[in-house]
């Protein structure tokens, strides 16, 4: 099982990078707790649409390498190195995710980043 979800989290992150935001929802469970460090949690599709949509509809991610997967039971965790670009400003990104995995969907997703490191690209947004 362990397996299968590692691979259910490798798909998902690298949707992400698709600008679909119907795609990126669909690998979540209707009440998926999202917590994006440092920034407030939220939770279900909408809250998720909320906070990703800015960035993910927008076509921001560039670019996603995941060196480091790892899984215990349901919960897996991954190290990876995002490329987010608006304009002229292009920033890396290094985030440590964890999701727990419920009845094949991602029922809880925590990232873990430095909120200076993406702050040129959330200027960049406004």
Same mark, same amino acid.
């Given at each position: 099982?362990?397996?299968?979800?590692?691979?259910?989290?490798?798909?998902?992150?690298?949707?992400?990078?698709?600008?679909?935001?119907?795609?990126?929802?669909?690998?979540?469970?209707?009440?998926?707790?999202?917590?994006?460090?440092?920034?407030?949690?939220? /939770?279900?599709?909408? =809250?998720?649409?909320? #906070? %990703?949509? !800015?960035?993910? *509809?927008?076509?921001?991610?560039?670019?996603?390498? &995941?060196?480091?997967?790892?899984?215990?039971?349901?919960?897996?965790?991954?190290?990876?190195?995002? /490329?987010?670009?608006? =304009?002229?400003?292009? #920033? %890396?990104? !290094?985030?440590? *995710?964890?999701?727990?995995?419920?009845?094949?969907? &991602?029922?809880?997703?925590?990232?873990?980043?430095?909120?200076?490191?993406?702050?040129?690209?959330?200027?960049?947004?406004?």
């Amino acid at each position: 099982m362990s397996t299968e979800n590692e691979a259910l989290v490798t798909e998902f992150c690298n949707a992400l990078g698709s600008g679909n935001m119907d795609t990126v929802v669909s690998y979540l469970s209707e009440d998926v707790f999202y917590h994006n460090m440092p920034w407030a949690p939220v /939770t279900g599709h909408a =809250g998720v649409r909320e #906070v %990703l949509d !800015p960035f993910i *509809g927008a076509n921001l991610l560039q670019k996603m390498e &995941i060196p480091h997967t790892a899984s215990s039971g349901n919960v897996v965790t991954n190290e990876r190195m995002e /490329t987010w670009v608006k =304009g002229d400003v292009q #920033v %890396l990104l !290094p985030v440590l *995710g964890v999701f727990t995995i419920t009845d094949g969907k &991602i029922s809880k997703w925590c990232d873990y980043f430095d909120s200076g490191t993406i702050a040129p690209l959330v200027e960049a947004m406004q």
